[in-house]
Protein backbone atom coordinates (compact mmCIF):
# COMPACT_ATOMS: atom_id res chain seq x y z
CA UNK A 1 0.00 0.00 0.00
CA UNK A 2 1.30 3.74 -1.35
CA UNK A 3 0.66 6.74 0.64
CA UNK A 4 0.73 10.35 -1.10
CA UNK A 5 0.68 13.00 1.35
CA UNK A 6 0.08 16.80 -0.34
CA UNK A 7 1.27 19.61 1.37
CA UNK A 8 2.02 23.56 0.36
CA UNK A 9 -1.75 24.71 -0.55
CA UNK A 10 -3.38 27.89 0.86
CA UNK A 11 -4.28 31.50 0.10
CA UNK A 12 -2.10 33.60 -2.14
CA UNK A 13 -3.09 37.11 -4.05
CA UNK A 14 -3.02 36.73 -7.73
CA UNK A 15 0.00 37.17 -9.42
CA UNK A 16 1.65 35.54 -6.60
CA UNK A 17 3.95 31.72 -5.92
CA UNK A 18 3.18 28.82 -4.56
CA UNK A 19 5.07 25.44 -4.19
CA UNK A 20 3.18 22.11 -3.43
CA UNK A 21 5.01 18.82 -2.49
CA UNK A 22 3.47 15.66 -2.46
CA UNK A 23 5.38 12.57 -0.66
CA UNK A 24 4.79 9.17 -1.71
CA UNK A 25 5.26 6.72 1.78
CA UNK A 26 4.74 2.92 2.32
CA UNK A 27 5.84 -0.71 0.47
CA UNK A 28 7.64 0.91 -2.45
CA UNK A 29 8.65 -0.48 -5.44
CA UNK A 30 8.99 1.91 -8.09
CA UNK A 31 6.92 5.09 -8.77
CA UNK A 32 6.39 5.65 -12.55
CA UNK A 33 4.37 8.75 -13.74
CA UNK A 34 3.07 10.96 -10.95
CA UNK A 35 0.79 13.84 -11.91
CA UNK A 36 -0.87 16.68 -10.35
CA UNK A 37 -4.75 17.36 -10.76
CA UNK A 38 -7.13 19.98 -9.68
CA UNK A 39 -10.81 20.06 -8.98
CA UNK A 40 -12.70 23.67 -8.60
CA UNK A 41 -15.79 23.85 -7.20
CA UNK A 42 -18.81 22.56 -9.13
CA UNK A 43 -16.31 22.01 -12.03
CA UNK A 44 -14.65 18.45 -12.69
CA UNK A 45 -11.16 17.18 -12.03
CA UNK A 46 -8.66 18.05 -14.67
CA UNK A 47 -4.79 17.57 -15.31
CA UNK A 48 -2.77 19.98 -14.69
CA UNK A 49 0.60 17.99 -14.99
CA UNK A 50 2.64 15.15 -15.65
CA UNK A 51 6.20 13.79 -15.12
CA UNK A 52 8.04 10.43 -15.78
CA UNK A 53 10.16 8.75 -13.99
CA UNK A 54 12.86 9.71 -16.61
CA UNK A 55 11.23 13.64 -15.97
CA UNK A 56 9.56 14.07 -19.12
CA UNK A 57 6.88 16.41 -18.63
CA UNK A 58 3.48 17.54 -19.65
CA UNK A 59 1.01 20.48 -19.13
CA UNK A 60 -2.25 21.46 -19.65
CA UNK A 61 -1.81 24.27 -21.59
CA UNK A 62 -3.87 26.40 -19.28
CA UNK A 63 -0.72 26.46 -16.82
CA UNK A 64 1.89 25.93 -19.34
CA UNK A 65 4.70 28.78 -19.10
CA UNK A 66 3.19 29.78 -15.22
CA UNK A 67 3.54 25.95 -14.00
CA UNK A 68 6.59 23.71 -13.53
CA UNK A 69 6.22 20.20 -12.03
CA UNK A 70 9.44 18.05 -11.05
CA UNK A 71 10.47 15.00 -8.68
CA UNK A 72 12.78 13.90 -6.84
CA UNK A 73 13.00 10.22 -6.94
CA UNK A 74 15.37 10.10 -3.82
CA UNK A 75 12.56 10.86 -1.85
CA UNK A 76 9.79 9.81 -3.81
CA UNK A 77 8.08 13.06 -4.20
CA UNK A 78 6.83 15.52 -6.76
CA UNK A 79 6.44 19.05 -6.90
CA UNK A 80 4.14 21.74 -8.61
CA UNK A 81 5.73 25.19 -8.47
CA UNK A 82 2.76 27.63 -9.39
CA UNK A 83 4.04 31.17 -10.49
CA UNK A 84 1.74 34.26 -11.63
CA UNK A 85 -1.26 32.61 -10.21
CA UNK A 86 -4.89 34.08 -10.90
CA UNK A 87 -8.07 33.35 -9.02
CA UNK A 88 -8.90 30.99 -11.76
CA UNK A 89 -6.56 28.98 -10.43
CA UNK A 90 -8.20 28.42 -7.27
CA UNK A 91 -8.95 24.51 -6.66
CA UNK A 92 -8.23 21.37 -4.89
CA UNK A 93 -4.85 20.25 -6.07
CA UNK A 94 -4.76 16.24 -5.68
CA UNK A 95 -1.40 13.85 -6.26
CA UNK A 96 -1.46 10.95 -8.28
CA UNK A 97 0.69 8.13 -8.30
CA UNK A 98 1.44 5.10 -10.74
CA UNK A 99 2.97 2.38 -8.88
CA UNK A 100 4.62 -0.51 -10.18
CA UNK A 101 5.19 -3.68 -8.65
CA UNK A 102 5.70 -6.89 -8.73
CA UNK A 103 2.82 -9.12 -7.43
CA UNK A 104 2.41 -13.36 -7.66
CA UNK A 105 0.64 -12.62 -11.24
CA UNK A 106 3.91 -10.47 -12.66
CA UNK A 107 4.37 -7.13 -12.66
CA UNK A 108 1.41 -4.47 -12.02
CA UNK A 109 0.47 -1.14 -11.82
CA UNK A 110 -1.75 0.69 -9.33
CA UNK A 111 -2.86 4.24 -8.64
CA UNK A 112 -2.73 5.68 -5.88
CA UNK A 113 -4.13 9.30 -5.15
CA UNK A 114 -3.88 11.71 -2.41
CA UNK A 115 -6.23 13.34 -0.26
CA UNK A 116 -5.74 16.92 -1.58
CA UNK A 117 -4.75 20.55 -0.65
CA UNK A 118 -6.44 23.78 -0.97
CA UNK A 119 -5.01 26.31 -3.21
CA UNK A 120 -6.83 29.83 -3.08
CA UNK A 121 -5.40 32.99 -5.50
CA UNK A 122 -7.71 36.57 -4.59
CA UNK A 123 -8.07 39.02 -6.45
Known amino acids: QVQLVESGGGLVQAGGSLRLSCAASGRIFSINNMYWYRQAPGKERELVAT???????NYADFVKGRFTIFRDNAKNTVYLQMNSLKPEDTAVYYCNADHRLLKITGWGTENYWGQGTQVTVSS
Open 51 to 57: ISSGGTT
